[in-house]
């Protein structure tokens, strides 16, 4: 999981996403479907994926009652992703249900999922926070207490920008995940992200992973545009 670089399949149907992949076919990479994709082919897409020797994310963000979030998980369990989500504002008793479905639903002999709770989402800035939430503390703050009430839950780490990866990791220690999305080349649009860093801030700043994708996804060459972040998060380029 460590040093992961993470490219989101945001894309509509399976066809798309075998079609990315074509170039990639030397690399075992680490994928992340999220709701686009898995809506459109269901679980079978996060049992293609792994049949090709990818690790995957499945970013489905559960924020829900307890109850429901743990029966959810259970039977996500199942799928044999290698990482799942869930919304750390749903609150401690959910995210503590979160685990324990992901507990009972693994296969005696295969090992849990990762959980990690997404903290504020990197396409909030301070001033959106303060009017959709009225959250009125600095936007770290948010972050921080999000990240803490996750790890009290007992979850492996949290989604946040890679603004706030250095303030997790002294408060939280190094044991505990930051996953960046919101990671922007210099160059690159923003689109719809506030808080976004580069590889290099990411991995300066001791990020495990980040999560790229339109960046390579939408790139008229995903090949190179994969490489060029994967050495420049991997600390290659000077
Ligand atoms: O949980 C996530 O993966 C996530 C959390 C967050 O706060 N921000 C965020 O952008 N993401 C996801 O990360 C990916 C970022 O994609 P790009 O903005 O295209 O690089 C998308 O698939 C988002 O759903």
């Not at 994926?49 to 109850?67: S, T």
Request: glycine share 10%.
């Amino acid at each position: 999981m460590n040093n992961s670089l993470i490219i989101a399949l945001d894309f509509p149907d399976k066809r798309t996403v075998v079609d990315f992949l074509k170039p990639f076919e030397e690399e075992k990479l680490f994928v992340k479907v999220g709701m686009e994709l898995f809506y459109a082919e269901g679980p079978g897409i996060v049992q293609y994926l792994k049949e090709q020797g990818h690790e995957v994310f499945l970013d489905l963000k559960l924020h829900d009652i307890p109850n429901t979030v743990q029966s959810a998980m259970k039977s996500l369990a199942r799928l044999g992703a290698d990482m799942v989500n869930v919304h750390a504002a749903g609150g401690r008793e959910m995210m503590e249900a979160a685990l324990e479905g992901l507990e009972i639903g693994t296969a005696a002999g295969s090992s849990r999922p990762l959980c990690i709770a997404v903290t504020q989402l990197t396409s909030t800035s301070k001033a959106q926070m303060k009017s959709d939430q009225l959250i009125s503390v600095p936007l770290q703050e948010s972050v921080l207490h999000y990240a803490k009430r996750a790890q009290q839950s007992g979850l492996d780490g949290v989604v946040c920008s890679a603004q706030e990866v250095s303030l997790i990791r002294s408060g939280l220690g190094a044991g505990f995940l930051t996953v960046t999305p919101g990671i922007r080349p210099s160059g690159n649009q923003e689109g719809d992200q506030k808080r976004v860093a580069t590889p290099r801030f990411a991995k300066e700043a001791g990020g495990s992973a980040i999560v790229v994708g339109r960046p390579v996804t939408r790139s008229a060459a995903p090949l190179e545009s994969y490489y060029t972040i994967k050495n420049e998060w991997e600390g290659v380029l000077q």
